[in-house]
């Protein structure tokens, strides 16, 4: 089938300066998720709402053929320093939508709406749903994991994220961990207490220097990073307590609670995971979409940053408009021609796919 991408391309631009104008940190989604959920009624869609979640199913829903889910998230972080142009006014200049959000992941949420749309009114082999979720920057519980299980059973995802419409297979998993030591309080200048900084020298030059040793020929190496660490009070009082934090991204040949176990046998200050739940994901080369996806001129990689695929119990790859090094940054920007691209490549990888 022939499909207008020209016109779906204005749409979805259209709708994204006005998603833009809206201001949509993480938490406070409320407004944009309204907008949008009466953008998608008045496409005569049916829709479900949890929080600031919106969702969609095609409207010729069938439990007996396998669903594919069309995921973005509507939320992003607070706009950063050096910001020339305003973050909340969209603005297109030279082939180009600026605005907050424009490029992660505005762009996947309206072109795929807009493949969603064109899609859900065809005889596909499949079902489809689409979900704009929230609190993906801040991987809060009350994003798409509050949502997944009332969801009927999913087969297969495609996640939203700038990727230059090339298909992450891999993507890395996040733990942080917040490590402490005990000492005792004394005065700096006399032989006093037991200073809690020294404590931790050895175990974060372990950090520093540890290599685990199963590495993925996606996404490398396990990495640890110290980047945050608090102790003291003044000058001359021995501290007696030091703290630290620890990023640690994970592949996918290593759950976060298997880490966990190992890092424990090597440190000797206490150590607490803040969640255990964003593991790293990877789905199989010879998936129907992935095999699509190559035969169409697309290069799987592995991704090192992190998005809701973690919290996806079932396959998924990453792919979206947009290009990751451009998210979180001052006038952060999506190239109108990748829009186009993207909403002609979703249409070309899903129309006819056979799970």
């Known amino acids: ?45 049916t829709t479900g709402r949890k929080g600031n979640n919106i969702w969609c199913l095609s409207p010729m829903f069938d439990l007996k053929k396998p669903t594919i889910l069309l995921n973005s998230h509507i939320d992003t972080v607070k706009p950063v320093n050096g910001w020339r142009k305003a973050p909340f006014t969209p603005r297109e200049e030279n082939g180009k939508l600026y605005g907050l959000g424009s490029n992660d992941a505005g762009a996947s949420v309206v072109t795929l709406l ?27 519980k009350d994003g798409i994991e509050s949502v997944l299980k009332g969801l009927p059973p999913i087969s297969f995802a495609i996640v939203g994220e700038p990727t230059e419409m090339q298909p992450a297979i891999a993507e890395k998993g996040l733990m942080v961990l917040d490590v402490t030591a005990t000492g005792k309080a ?59 934090v620890v990023d640690v991204r994970s592949n996918e040949l290593y759950s976060n609670e298997e880490l966990f176990a190992e890092i424990q046998k090597h440190i000797s200050c206490k150590a607490e995971a803040r969640s255990f739940r964003l593991n790293s994901s990877r789905i199989e080369d010879n998936h129907p979409f992935v095999q699509k996806a190559i035969k169409l001129g697309r290069s799987p990689f592995g991704s090192p940053t992190l998005s809701d695929q973690a919290l996806m119990p079932f396959p998924s790859v990453k792919i979206g408009p947009g290009r990751s090094s451009r998210s979180h940054t001052a006038d952060e920007y ?11 490549l979703y249409l070309e990888l899903l129309d006819g796919l056979s799970l």
């Not at 040793?213 to 102790?231: D, F, H, Q, R, Y």
């Not at 999506?334 to 909403?343: P, Q």
Request: hydrophobic share 40%.
């Open 334 to 344: 999506v190239m109108l021609k990748e829009m186009e691209e993207a909403i002609g």
């Open 186 to 244: 004394g005065h700096a200048a006399r032989n006093e207490g037991d200073n809690a900084i020294y404590k931790v020298l050895d175990d974060i030059a372990w950090f520093r220097d540890y290599r685990f040793k199963k590495e993925s020929p996606l996404l490398g190496p396990v990495k640890m990073s110290v980047t945050v660490i608090n102790a003291g009070t003044q000058h001359n009082v021995v501290p007696d307590r030091c703290t630290f």
């Open 1 to 45: 089938m022939k499909y207008d991408v020209s016109y779906l391309t204005t749409e979805a631009v259209s709708l994204l300066k006005s998603l833009i104008a809206i201001p949509s940190i993480s938490r406070e989604e409320t407004q944009a998720a309204d907008y949008l959920q009466n953008y998608i009624e008045a496409e005569g869609m």
């Open 114 to 140: 807009q493949v969603f749309l064109q899609l859900c009114r065809t005889e596909q082999s499949y079902n489809l749903i689409y979900l704009a979720s929230c609190e993906e920057e801040v991987s809060g």
